[in-house]
């Protein structure tokens, strides 16, 4: 077994001496203790073995022929890649004057030849718990900047839902709590058909502020990493034709027409619960943008070893910069529905979250004026070998 201490083993060291029998002393004393050693016989080669090796401290005579200590030193502490290394100057000048200078150039010790390995050892090991301990200050800064600025952009996202939040609920509960008290103070007065539309105005009511709080404790769910899948092999044809017909009711209301395009597939493995949830937001989108009268078109196919569903519709369209943001959370863009339809801007956001849950992908292709087509593709895998 090794008898060299583990915390000495990542920390490299280079030497640079155009002395090579000084060298060879350095070299054995420090590599007996287990540092990992580059060696240069010059100022211009330290600087290149310098920005490849990256030391933790660089050892660095003084007296060399060509580009002395003093001027590498300066060079070493002018390179980003080197500025924070720490440098031991190792001189058999041994002036005040000397010793200042070195301090002057960027030197954080400076050892008068000829040197005892003890005192070497001292202060190289000194000098890289110092280093060390300097660069855990360091990563610990960046770590609690970008902490913080996690915390500004987590501060910036609840004052925006509860923006959204405030302003997209209190219209549905605004109309309930007027429909309820017009009831209550003139309930007798209206006929059981005014009595019945108003009540099924009040439950359209209730059903978006539901909408809305779903979507909101989704995407909670989804980014605090808690979403769970129930896979199973399904029939996604039988899924898709019946969130169509919950969908048809919407269309015809808009007298939107829904054009089927069904190709035969195999069983895949999905939550059905989940994919239902994709499928109604991709065909509830593509009816709520589309203009009344026009058409939406759904496609159903096998290719290449994956399943593919494409909603397309002939609505205003995505501008491109919006294609950017249109699958983050609270995004309100560009494009408006075209029926008075509310949404809290988190729908596409949850979609893609759970499509890529079963390891699949989700694309929007769209153009200004000519619609807008959402694609989403699911791995053909079986049971057994699905794994996340």
């Known amino acids: 077994m090794s008898s060299i201490p583990p915390d000495r083993e990542d920390f490299k060291i280079l030497i640079v001496d155009d002395t090579p029998a000084n060298v060879e002393v350095l070299q054995k004393t420090l590599e007996v203790e287990g540092y990992n050693i580059s060696v240069a016989l010059s100022g211009e080669k330290a600087l290149t073995i310098a920005s490849r090796f990256m030391p933790d401290l660089i050892l660095l005579d003084i007296m060399m022929e060509g580009m002395d200590g003093y001027e590498t030193c300066r060079r070493l502490k002018a390179d980003p890649k080197t500025t924070g290394t720490p440098v031991i100057f190792i001189s058999a000048r041994n002036d005040i004057e000397d010793v200042v200078e070195g301090f002057n150039q960027g030197g954080v010790d400076y050892i008068v030849k000829p040197f005892k390995s003890g005192e070497v050892l001292a202060r190289v090991k000194t000098h890289l718990q110092l280093h060390s301990l300097k660069k855990q200050r360091e990563a610990l800064i960046q770590e609690l900047e970008k902490k913080n600025e996690d915390l500004v952009s987590l501060n910036e996202i609840k004052n925006k839902f509860l923006g959204i939040a405030a302003h997209d609920i209190r219209n549905p509960l605004s109309s309930i709590k007027g429909f309820v008290e017009l009831l209550e103070l003139s309930g007798e007065s209206f006929s059981q058909k ?19 709080v ?58 059905r619960g989940r994919m239902a949830q994709v499928l109604d937001n991709l065909i509830s989108n593509a009816i709520k943008y589309s203009p009344l009268g026009s ?44 029926g008075g339809e509310k949404s809290t801007g988190l729908g596409l956001a949850i979609v893609k979250n759970i499509v890529e849950s079963h390891q699949g992908k989700i694309g929007v292709y769209s153009e200004v004026g000519k619609g807008s087509t959402f694609e989403v593709a699911l791995p053909n895998l079986e049971m057994p070998d699905y794994r996340f």
């Open 194 to 212: 005014e009595h019945d539309e108003m009540l099924q105005l009040v439950g359209k009511s209730v059903n978006e502020v539901l909408g809305m």
């Open 214 to 271: 779903d979507d909101l404790l989704d995407i909670s769910v989804i980014e605090s990493g808690n979403l769970k899948l129930d896979l199973g092999p399904g029939d996604l044809t039988a899924l898709l034709k019946e969130r169509i017909q919950i969908n048809s009711g919407h269309a015809r209301g808009k007298d939107i027409s829904i054009n089927e395009d069904f190709h035969d597939i195999e069983p895949i493995v999905f939550d």
């Open 295 to 338: 058409s939406v078109f759904i496609e159903l196919r096998q290719e290449d070893g994956w399943t593919h569903v494409r909603v397309r519709d002939e609505g205003q369209g995505i501008r491109p910069e919006d294609q950017e943001q249109i699958f983050r959370g609270f995004q309100k863009l560009g494009a408006r529905p075209t």
